[in-house]
C-alpha cells in the first residue's frame, strides 16, 4: 500500500484550490498511491470572503462532489480540509473519501486562539477506518499538540494517523516554531508505534507564511520522506499489504 501526502499553496478562490486538489488526486493516481492527505483547510484557507459567504455550504459541498467523484475515478482516496456552517456556527473539518464511496467526517477539536474568534470548537468523536487492510486515523493540526488524542486514535486501531495541518505565522515565527512542529509528529509516532504523515502548505497566504516541510515518520520516529520550504509536492511511503 502507498500512502502519500500533498504539500500546497493555497489561492483565495475557492475554484483554484479545488481544481489543484483535483490536479494532485490525478497525479497521485498516476503514481500508484493508494491514499493522500491534504492540508487543513485545503479547499477554502482562511480567506474571510469564503468563510462567510452565506452560501458556504452549498459551495463546498459542490466541490466536495466533485473531489469524491475524482477520487472514485482515480481509485485513490483522500482527507481533504474544509470549513462547514450548522446552525450558525463554523467548524475546520475534514472529510475523507474512499474510491468505494464510503466517506467520513471530523472537526477539529482544539481550534488555535486566533480561530476560535471564527470558529467553534468539534464535538465529533475521533475516528478510524479500515483502508485496503491498513487502519488509518485523522487529527487536525493543533490536535496533535495533545497526546491523548493521538493515544485515543492508537487505541481504536490506528496504525497510521494523519495530521492535516496549516502552519501560517509571520515570517519570524514560521521560522521559530519549523523544529517544533516537525518535532511533536515524530513524538506521537514514536510514542504509539505508529506512522505519522503531516500535510502542510506552502508559501503566503493572507499576509502570513507557511514554511512545508510536510512529512512521514515511521514508529521508531525515523523521518522516512520530507518536503522542503517551498515546493508543491506529492511525497510517499510504500508499506506491506
Not at 1 to 27: A, D, P, R, T, Y
Not at 119 to 127: M, N, T, Y
Not at 142 to 158: M, V
Not at 215 to 237: C, F, H, Q, W, Y
Amino acid at each position: 500500500m502507498k500512502l502519500g501526502v500533498c504539500q500546497m499553496s493555497v489561492s483565495e478562490k475557492l475554484e483554484v484550490n479545488k481544481n489543484k486538489i483535483i490536479s494532485f488526486i490525478k497525479e497521485a493516481s498516476c503514481q500508484n498511491m493508494d491514499f493522500i492527505g491534504f492540508p487543513e483547510m485545503a479547499l477554502t484557507g482562511y480567506t474571510p470572503e469564503i468563510l462567510s459567504d452565506k452560501n458556504l455550504n452549498e459551495l463546498v459541498q459542490n466541490a466536495l462532489d466533485e473531489i469524491s467523484k475524482t477520487c472514485e475515478t482515480s481509485k485513490v482516496g483522500v482527507a481533504v480540509g474544509h470549513p462547514y456552517t450548522e446552525e450558525g456556527k463554523l467548524y475546520n473539518s475534514v472529510s475523507v473519501f474512499l474510491p468505494n464511496g464510503r466517506t467520513y467526517s471530523y472537526d477539529k477539536k482544539y481550534p488555535t486562539k486566533a480561530e476560535l474568534e471564527y470558529f467553534e470548537a468539534g464535538k465529533k468523536d475521533l475516528f478510524v477506518f479500515t483502508y485496503k487492510n491498513k487502519t488509518i486515523g485523522i487529527m487536525i493540526c493543533r490536535d496533535q499538540n495533545y497526546p491523548s488524542l493521538a493515544k485515543e486514535l492508537k487505541n481504536k486501531g490506528a496504525e497510521f494517523i494523519y495530521i492535516l495541518s496549516a502552519h501560517f505565522y509571520n515570517p519570524k515565527e514560521a521560522r521559530w516554531k519549523l523544529e517544533k512542529n516537525r518535532a511533536i509528529p515524530i513524538t506521537r509516532a514514536v510514542e504509539n508505534q505508529v506512522y505519522v504523515l503531516l500535510s502542510n502548505f506552502v508559501g503566503s497566504h493572507l499576509g502570513m507564511v507557511s514554511l512545508g516541510n510536510s512529512l512521514i515518520v515511521d514508529p521508531e520516529g525515523a523521518v522516512a520522506v520530507s518536503t522542503g520550504e517551498s515546493e508543491e509536492t506529492l511525497i510517499s511511503i510504500s508499506v506491506l499489504p
